[in-house]
């Protein structure tokens, strides 16, 4: 026979054990609540945060096609504005800094810029060469814009509007200027050979893969270039 | 034992309170007072456990580090006297001091049970003082979820305290008194 003490005692341990294990199982409850609400509320902010991700993206990628647009417009001003004016002096230098934030931007955005490859030496005439190797250059612009961008702005020329639809005679290029006796001329590469071009930098596209050089030579009477690249 | 040795005993034991709640200050919910009130009602009776439990918690009250109580103080002396009369109700059921070891764990029961009361009564009362006049169940629930962890730590510790030194209490402090006498 159980003692009236140990009865009560029993049910004491019990009724705490209850106690104990209800007061654990609701601070676990309470716990799990809290958690639940964060993850929800979490959530809730991830949902407005990709939303607005979208939106970023969506003007990211409005803003980069703006500023292609831009370069080009910019390309066209340049190829087409006297070389002597203000204008066409802080565009010449500007466009190339323009030209690599703009493919950054794409690189960076995880995109692929639209751009030409396009290959460029520079031949001083006196034993110096320099390429210019796993360049690029926008759709539309021709081998002068796209000597421009490569040089960085290092480019003198001079504007001559009245020949067809404005022609560009280079006299300088990172600083080495044309003589008396020598010119800077344009040399396209094609089927494993150099070939002096007939027509201006203005009048020859940058193509996928266009090789183009600069060579300083010297002419002879039939204004024909006595080097080859 | 004469009146005025229980008499006397009342501040003796309100002081050792206090000061052993000074002394665990750091553990918020971690005190003496509980099982002390426990253990004199149990040694000396309901009256002398409740004027133990009245005057040790209404001087914490006043002057623990963290200020005057407040309004509350009423429900905390309420509360305490729940361990006078546990106290006083554990000497009845478990009269054989003798046996007072093998009981130690009713006795500890009884601690986590008062302890439980003690803390739904005050968070009750918190709700009440804090929301008045627009208390109403949710607010009082709030109050009782948002307590729990100290709660736990609460009834814990008197679930220790009650299985350790209640007993060893019961079974000193006569002999001691004998002793001294």
Same mark, same amino acid.
């Not at chain 1, 509320?41 to 647009?69: F, I």
């Given at each position: 026979?159980?003692?009236? =003490? *140990?009865?009560? =005692?029993?049910v004491?341990?019990? @009724?705490?054990?209850?106690?104990?294990?209800?007061? *654990?199982?609701?601070?676990?409850?309470?716990?799990?609540?809290?958690a639940?609400s964060?993850?929800?509320? /979490?959530?809730?902010?991830?949902?407005?945060?990709?939303?607005r991700?979208?939106?970023?993206a969506? !003007?990211?990628?409005?803003?980069?096609?703006?500023?292609?647009?831009?370069?080009s417009?910019?390309?066209?001003? @340049?190829a087409?504005?006297?070389?002597?004016?203000?204008?066409?002096?802080?565009?010449?230098?500007?466009?190339?800094?323009?030209?690599?934030?703009?493919?950054?931007? @794409? #690189?960076?955005?995880?995109?692929?810029?639209?751009?030409? #490859? &396009? %290959?460029?030496? &520079?031949?001083?005439?006196?034993g *110096?060469?320099?390429?210019?190797? #796993?360049?690029?250059?926008?759709?539309?612009?021709?081998?002068?814009?796209?000597?421009? &961008?490569?040089?960085?702005?290092?480019?003198?020329?001079?504007?001559?509007?009245?020949? =067809?639809?404005?022609? %560009?005679? &280079?006299?300088?290029?990172?600083? @080495?200027?044309?003589?008396?006796?020598?010119?800077?001329?344009?040399?396209?590469?094609? =089927?494993?050979?150099?070939?002096? /071009? !007939?027509?201006?930098a #203005?009048?020859?596209?940058?193509?996928?893969?266009? *090789?183009?050089?600069?060579?300083?030579?010297?002419?002879?009477? /039939?204004?024909?270039?006595?080097?080859?690249? | 034992?004469?009146?005025?040795?229980?008499? $006397?005993?009342?501040?003796v034991?309100?002081?050792?309170?206090?000061?052993?709640?000074?002394?665990?200050?750091?553990?918020?919910?971690?005190?003496?007072?509980?099982?002390?009130?426990f253990?004199?009602?149990?040694?000396?009776?309901?009256?002398?456990?409740?004027a133990? $439990?009245?005057?040790?918690e209404?001087?914490?009250?006043?002057?623990?580090?963290?200020?005057?109580?407040?309004?509350?103080?009423?429900?905390?002396?309420?509360?305490?006297?729940?361990?006078? $009369?546990?106290g006083?109700?554990?000497?009845?059921?478990w009269?054989?001091?003798?046996?007072?070891?093998?009981?130690?764990?009713?006795?500890?029961?009884?601690?986590?049970?008062?302890?439980?009361?003690?803390?739904?009564?005050?968070?009750?009362?918190?709700?009440?003082?804090?929301?008045?006049?627009?208390?109403?169940?949710?607010?009082?629930?709030?109050?009782?979820?948002?307590?729990?962890?100290?709660?736990?730590?609460?009834?814990?510790?008197?679930?220790?305290?009650?299985?350790?030194?209640?007993?060893?209490?019961?079974?000193?402090?006569?002999?001691?008194?004998?002793?001294?006498?």
């Amino acid at each position: 026979m159980v003692s009236r =003490g *140990t009865f009560y =005692g029993v049910v004491a341990v019990l @009724v705490a054990l209850l106690l104990l294990t209800s007061i *654990t199982a609701l601070y676990y409850y309470n716990q799990y609540q809290n958690a639940s609400s964060a993850t929800e509320a /979490s959530g809730a902010e991830l949902g407005v945060a990709l939303a607005r991700y979208d939106a970023l993206a969506g !003007q990211y990628n409005s803003s980069l096609s703006n500023d292609y647009t831009t370069i080009s417009l910019l390309a066209q001003a @340049v190829a087409s504005l006297n070389t002597s004016t203000p204008a066409y002096r802080a565009a010449s230098g500007d466009l190339a800094t323009l030209w690599r934030s703009y493919q950054s931007l @794409v #690189d960076a955005g995880g995109g692929k810029p639209l751009a030409y #490859d &396009v %290959h460029m030496l &520079v031949d001083y005439g006196n034993g *110096t060469l320099r390429w210019y190797n #796993d360049s690029t250059a926008q759709p539309g612009w021709n081998a002068y814009v796209a000597t421009l &961008v490569l040089l960085d702005g290092n480019l003198n020329a001079t504007w001559y509007p009245q020949f =067809g639809s404005g022609e %560009h005679f &280079v006299t300088a290029i990172n600083g @080495v200027p044309g003589t008396e006796s020598l010119s800077w001329s344009i040399w396209t590469y094609g =089927g494993n050979q150099w070939t002096y /071009s !007939q027509v201006g930098a #203005d009048l020859i596209q940058a193509q996928n893969g266009t *090789t183009i050089a600069w060579a300083l030579c010297g002419y002879n009477s /039939s204004y024909q270039p006595t080097c080859v690249p | 034992m004469n009146d005025v040795r229980r008499i $006397a005993l009342v501040p003796v034991l309100s002081a050792l309170i206090v000061g052993s709640d000074f002394a665990l200050a750091p553990y918020v919910d971690v005190k003496l007072l509980d099982v002390m009130v426990f253990s004199a009602a149990f040694l000396f009776g309901f009256r002398l456990g409740a004027a133990v $439990a009245i005057i040790s918690e209404g001087a914490w009250s006043f002057i623990s580090p963290w200020g005057f109580a407040g309004p509350i103080m009423p429900f905390l002396i309420g509360g305490e006297l729940l361990f006078a $009369a546990a106290g006083w109700w554990a000497s009845k059921v478990w009269s054989d001091r003798s046996k007072v070891a093998q009981n130690s764990i009713f006795i500890a029961a009884l601690m986590l049970i008062c302890a439980f009361s003690w803390d739904v009564e005050t968070n009750l009362a918190t709700a009440l003082i804090a929301s008045w006049p627009a208390t109403s169940l949710p607010i009082v629930l709030a109050w009782q979820v948002s307590g729990i962890p100290f709660a736990l730590i609460h009834e814990t510790a008197d679930f220790l305290l009650g299985l350790l030194f209640a007993p060893a209490a019961i079974l000193l402090v006569p002999r001691v008194m004998k002793g001294g006498a």
